[in-house]
């Protein structure tokens, strides 16, 4: 049997205009927890799962990202089996990233975390 892709949903990013607001609505009526936070965007946990509902103030649309151990080679892979890469591999803070298509058009981010996680201050708020 081939082994999965995909490890896990690292997070479905949302854009929002108002990142206060948006956090009043997610963290204070809904009851998400804040695990991480900068000035233009916030990473929320649900309950019963370490994966995040990010908000960002942003036009883009929302995205998939999923956990991989390796976004080079899971690139590969995924060219392999029939979809092609959109936006080549770069580096970001946690490691790597690769936005990729299937064959049906969807988009997703397949990212890995060989840098580690974000680090942050006890209020959340992301430290460098």
């Known amino acids: 049997m081939t082994k999965p892709l995909f490890q896990k949903i690292d997070c479905l990013q ?10 009043e ?3 204070d009526k809904l009851g998400l927890e804040i695990v ?20 960002g103030v942003s036009e883009n ?14 690139a590969r892979r995924f060219v392999e089996a029939g979809g092609t890469v959109i936006r080549e591999t770069r580096d970001i803070k946690i490691g790597k ?19 580690g996680l974000l680090k942050t201050d006890t209020e959340g708020f992301v430290v460098e």
């Open 14 to 23: 949302l854009p929002v205009k108002d990142l206060e607001a948006a956090l």
């Open 25 to 27: 609505f997610y963290h």
């Open 36 to 55: 991480w936070r900068t000035d233009r965007a916030a990473g929320l946990r649900m309950a019963d799962s370490d994966g995040e509902l990010v908000l």
């Open 61 to 74: 649309a929302p995205e998939t990202d999923l956990t991989v151990e390796s976004a080079e080679d899971a």
């Open 97 to 115: 990233c690769v936005v990729v298509k299937d064959p049906w058009g969807n988009q997703l981010v397949l990212l890995d975390t060989t840098k």
